[in-house]
Each structure stands twice: as C-alpha cells, then as structure tokens.
C-alpha cells in the first residue's frame, strides 16, 4: 500500500509537471497566434504580391495533378516522376548521374534509390551504363522511351508555355526568371 501511494505521489508529480509544461506550450502558442495576426495584417498590404504567391501555388497544384495523372497512366509512382524529370535535366545539362546521386536529389536513401532505379529500369524508361572513367562506379541514364513519353504527356504545356514566353520582352523575360529562381532558391533552401 505504501508502493502504491509513492507511486501515486510519483504520478501526481508527472501530472503536475506536464501540466506546467502545457501551459508554457499554451503561452508559447498565444505568442504564436499573435505573431501570426501581424504577419497576416502585413500580408495584407502586399496584396498584389500576394495574388502573385496564390497563382503560384495554383500552378503548382496543377503541375502536381498533371504530373501524378502521368504517372498513373504509365504505372509509375510520382517519385518516379521527378526521378525521370532529374535524369532528362542532368542529361540536357550534361552531368552524369549516379544512383546515389539521384538519391540525394530526390531526399531517399541508398536502398529507396537503388529500388526506384531498378524500378525504372523494369520499366524500361532508364539503364544502367559503366562510367567510361571509372569502371567502378555505375551511371543511370535516361532511355529514349522516357523522353518520348514526357514529350507525348508534356510536350502540349511545354509548347503553350514557350508560346507564352514569347510574348515577353527581354526585361520582362529577365523579371520572370529572377522570380522563378528566387521562388526556387527560397524552396530549396526551406528544407
């Protein structure tokens, strides 16, 4: 019995405990919650900017579904998606990669990227090649189906966007890219 009543005591402690630590939690939160109200009183002067931000997010809700809608026609998971979307742009800017490369791009890990090759290479979409330099080591390249499914599935909204562009002048064409690799730099370094 006298177990039993330190070990209530114990508890009644731990209680006790908790419960000023939820209320440290529940002042931290007002704080929060105050710090939120001004930043969305702010926010509201940005007005145009913000209209900006909220296209922004659409399009890449849009992109997102275009994307997913992809992989699902073609039995892919949208890892797989942005695994082929890293292979198509190191091949364009003619850098080699690796799998554990393409791993570390994508934030999986060494046996999540060596699946998601062997994955795509079932698929026939990429291939495994010997580095000319290195016998060693193991280069992944993009096969020529895979481009040739993007081009079919992304090839339309590619075309529409270039058409776009085209009605920019060079100034305007320089705003938008230092936006987009603004938008792109703040993503990158959000993570």
Known sequence: MADDAHEMEGDAREMEGDAREMEG????????????EGDAREMEGDAREMEIVHLLREVAVE?????????????????????????????????????????????LNSAGATALTDRLERLGLVRRVRDTRDRRRVLVEVDERAVELGW???????????????????????????FLNGVRDAATEAH
């Open 63 to 107: 992109l997102g579904l275009h994307s997913a809608r992809f992989a699902n026609r073609n039995g892919m998971h949208p890892t797989d998606v942005r695994a082929l979307i890293a292979l198509m742009e190191a091949r364009r800017a003619g850098t080699e990669m690796t799998s554990g490369r393409l791993g570390t791009l994508l934030g």
């Open 152 to 178: 079919d599935a992304f090839g339309p909204l590619i075309g529409r966007a270039v058409e776009l562009l085209r009605g920019y002048d060079e100034r305007e064409l320089a705003a938008v890219r230092g």
């Open 25 to 36: 939690d529940a002042r931290e939160m007002e704080g929060d919650a105050r710090e939120m």
